[in-house]
C-alpha cells in the first residue's frame, strides 16, 4: 500500500546544506516518519537516550564543526587561564578551547546527563590530566563562583536559553573583569528559515543581531562585536565584560 505523501513548500536561502537536505526529506516523509524526524529534532535542546548520543556524534563529526572554526577565527588574542563553554554537548568545543590555550583549565556545562558524558569522554586524556572538568548544570544558575573565567563561549545554544536574559547575566558574573564572551548561532534570525525548526523543536528562539546585543548591554557587557559569515546566515557575537 503506497505511504501518503506529504507535501509542503519552504523558503530557503541561507540555510546550511545539512538542513536542506533534511526539509526535502521532510517533504516527502509519511505522518509517521515526520513525528520521528520532530522527535529526534526536539533531542537537539537537550540530547537524551540514543536519539541525543546520536546528534552529539553528528554535531562533533561535522555538523557544528566548521560554524566552531569560523568563530574561533574571529576570536581575540588574550591570556586564558580557565575558559568555560556552555551547552558543551558533544565535547567538541570544549577540545578547541583545550588546544588554543595551551596549559588552561577548560570546564565544560550542559543540562544534559548525555550531553556531559559524552564531553567527559572526549576530552579523557585533559580530565585525567586534570586539565577539564564538566559540569551537570543550568546555564541560569551556574555552579561556579564569581569572576572565575577568562573566556567563556556559547556555539548553538542561546536558542535554549530561558529565560535568556537571567543566562547572560550569569555568564556576566562568572566572567573575570576584562572577560570575552562569544556566542556562535548557524541562525541569524533574518529570515523565515527556521520557523519550522522551532516548532518541531519547541522552547527555542532564533534571536537576531541586535536581539542579542540588547540582551547582552542589559547584563552590563560593552564593546560587542557582531560578525556575519558571507553568503550564510551564521552569527558570531563577540562581548567584553
Known amino acids: 500500500m503506497p505511504r501518503e505523501a506529504r507535501t509542503r513548500s519552504f523558503?530557503?536561502?541561507e540555510?546550511?546544506?545539512?538542513?536542506l537536505y533534511a526539509l526535502v526529506w521532510y517533504n516527502v516523509m509519511s505522518k509517521g516518519e515526520i513525528d520521528m524526524f520532530a522527535r529526534y529534532r526536539r533531542n537537539a535542546r537537550k540530547p537524551e537516550g540514543l536519539g541525543g548520543r546520536l546528534i552529539l556524534t553528528r554535531m562533533n563529526r561535522g555538523g557544528h564543526a566548521d560554524l566552531s572554526e569560523w568563530g574561533f577565527s574571529l576570536f581575540p588574542d588574550v591570556c586564558c587561564g580557565r575558559a568555560l563553554d556552555v551547552g558543551?554537548?558533544?565535547?567538541?568545543?570544549?577540545?578547541r578551547l583545550l588546544?588554543?590555550?595551551d596549559?588552561?583549565?577548560?570546564?565544560?556545562?550542559d543540562h544534559s546527563d548525555v550531553s556531559v558524558a559524552k564531553t567527559l569522554r572526549h576530552n579523557r586524556r585533559a580530565v585525567k590530566d586534570g586539565r577539564c572538568e564538566v559540569a551537570l548544570g543550568d546555564v541560569t544558575a551556574m555552579p561556579y563562583a564569581?569572576?572565575?573565567?577568562?573566556?567563556?563561549?556559547?556555539f548553538e545554544t542561546v536558542y535554549?536559553?530561558?529565560?535568556?536574559?537571567?543566562?547572560?547575566?550569569?555568564?556576566?558574573?562568572?566572567?573575570?573583569?576584562?572577560?570575552?564572551?562569544?556566542?556562535?548561532?548557524?541562525?541569524d534570525g533574518e529570515t523565515s528559515d527556521w520557523d519550522e525548526i522551532e516548532k518541531q523543536i519547541g522552547d527555542m528562539k532564533v534571536y537576531t543581531a541586535a536581539q542579542l546585543q540588547n540582551e547582552l548591554e542589559r547584563a552590563g557587557f560593552n564593546n560587542i562585536d557582531v560578525h556575519r559569515r558571507p553568503g550564510t546566515s551564521c552569527l558570531c557575537v563577540i562581548a567584553r565584560k
Do not use: H, Y
Not at 558543551?88 to 577540545?95: F, T, Y
Open 11 to 13: 523558503e530557503v536561502s
Open 15 to 19: 540555510a546550511s546544506q545539512s538542513d
Open 88 to 95: 558543551c554537548g558533544g565535547g567538541a568545543n570544549v577540545k
Open 99 to 101: 588546544k588554543r590555550f
Open 103 to 109: 596549559g588552561a583549565k577548560v570546564c565544560g556545562l
Open 146 to 154: 564569581d569572576g572565575v573565567f577568562d573566556v567563556v563561549t556559547a
Open 160 to 187: 535554549f536559553w530561558q529565560p535568556i536574559g537571567r543566562a547572560f547575566a550569569e555568564i556576566f558574573r562568572v566572567l573575570k573583569e576584562g572577560g570575552v564572551f562569544m556566542i556562535c548561532n548557524d541562525a
